[in-house]
Nanobody, 127 residues
């Protein structure tokens, strides 16, 4: 089982940038795809982005495509989410998650694909 811890959240103004980090420990990080999800107040958790174990393929929600970039550093057991041009509607708790399946070919998309979740980090975008 892998453990993940998110960091980097905070309060920023609309249009600003923020980078989230997710440090993993436990089983071999580099064997598993990773993903980011978010949950806004009163809403269900939603997919944001994911990346394959190698970093060779990524997937994004339409709402963040072109503004957010997911990346990973397997040597550092860390996955990142670079968030640019932040909008009010990006306000949410952001969760990092590790794939439950080793070596998945395509970036996973569904919550059920992920077996390990962090506690989340709050991102608040103000006007």
């Amino acid at each position: 089982q892998v453990q993940v811890i998110e960091s980097g959240g905070g309060l920023v103004e609309a249009g600003a940038s923020l980078r989230l980090s997710c440090a993993a420990s436990g089983r071999s990080f580099s064997d598993y795809a990773m993903g980011w999800f978010r949950q806004a107040p009163g809403k269900e958790r939603e997919f944001v982005a994911s990346i394959t174990w190698s970093g060779g393929a990524t997937r994004y929600a339409d709402s963040v495509k072109g503004r957010f970039t997911i990346s990973r550093d397997n040597a550092a057991d860390t996955v990142y989410l670079q968030m640019n041009s932040l909008k009010l509607e990006d306000t949410a708790i952001y969760y990092c998650a590790a794939d439950s399946l080793r070596g998945r070919r395509d970036p996973p998309r569904w919550s059920a694909d992920f077996g390990s979740w962090g506690q989340g980090t709050q991102v608040t975008v103000s006007s």
